[in-house]
């Protein structure tokens, strides 16, 4: 029983476009998600995440999104470079204990 | 600031033998995580630390694997005997308190034949 998904297995993004990467969640005591990225032979990296009492938070060409009504949130990259491309985990947190619960990831390809 | 170190980066072993993972975690994180990540899926946690004592061990399965904290700072995790379907990438990740973002080390990669 997946409580994160990410529906898209990959993306391809011509560079300098925007990449939307999608996430939607069921447990509605969930209050915090992050968005890690992640390179081949490497652990994931955190990149940006968002409390639940807010709707959108931005850091440089990053910007998540959320909509609590909907359970869903959405990762923006504005513009896409080449380097971009990896795999990117959304992940979100709820109770006390403070566990990570991890969707199955997204493989986000950006072309030159 | 040195990030999470894991060794061995690779390990390869057969069905029924024993393996141990060694992570070390940043200086000052008083909460350590260990993830199973099978191909294809997002990490899963296994067992969480906070100091040297065991806050959520629920998904672990204890008749095989075993992980300890000694002193609070470095942890094994452990799996003795190793089944074919625990291939996969083990993650070692520390965060200064829980419910605090988590810094992932860089894995060991498991292959049991």
């Known amino acids: 029983d997946q409580q994160v998904k990410q529906n898209s297995p990959s993306l391809s993004v011509q560079e300098g476009r925007i990449s939307i990467l999608n996430c939607d969640y069921t447990?509605?005591?969930?209050?915090?998600f992050l968005w890690y990225k992640k390179y081949p032979a490497e652990g994931p990296t955190f990149l940006i995440s968002i409390s639940s009492i807010k709707d959108k938070n931005e850091d440089g060409r990053f910007t998540v999104f959320l909509n609590k009504s909907a359970k869903h949130l959405s990762l923006h990259i504005v513009p896409s470079q080449p380097g971009d491309s990896a795999v990117y985990f959304c992940?979100?947190?709820?109770?006390?204990?403070?566990?990570?619960?991890f969707g199955k990831g997204t493989k986000l390809s950006v072309k030159p | 600031e040195a990030g999470v170190a894991q060794s061995p980066r690779y390990k390869i072993i057969e069905k029924r033998q024993s393996v141990a993972f060694w992570c070390n975690p940043i200086?000052?994180?008083?909460?350590l995580y260990w993830y199973q990540q099978i191909l294809g899926q997002g990490p899963k946690l296994l067992i969480q630390?906070?100091?040297?004592?065991?806050?959520?061990d629920s998904q672990l399965p204890k008749d095989r694997f075993s992980a300890e904290r000694l002193k609070g700072v470095d942890s094994t995790l452990k799996i003795q005997p190793a089944k074919l379907e625990d291939s996969a990438v083990y993650l070692c990740?520390?965060?200064?308190?829980?419910?605090?973002?988590?810094?992932f080390g860089p894995g060991t990669r498991l292959l049991v034949l």
């Open positions: 447990n509605s005591m969930f209050d915090y």
């Open positions: 630390f906070q100091n040297n004592g065991v806050v959520d």
């Open positions: 992940a979100a947190i709820g109770g006390s204990q403070g566990n990570l619960i």
């Open positions: 990740a520390s965060s200064p308190g829980h419910r605090e973002t988590q810094y």
């Open positions: 200086s000052g994180h008083a909460t």
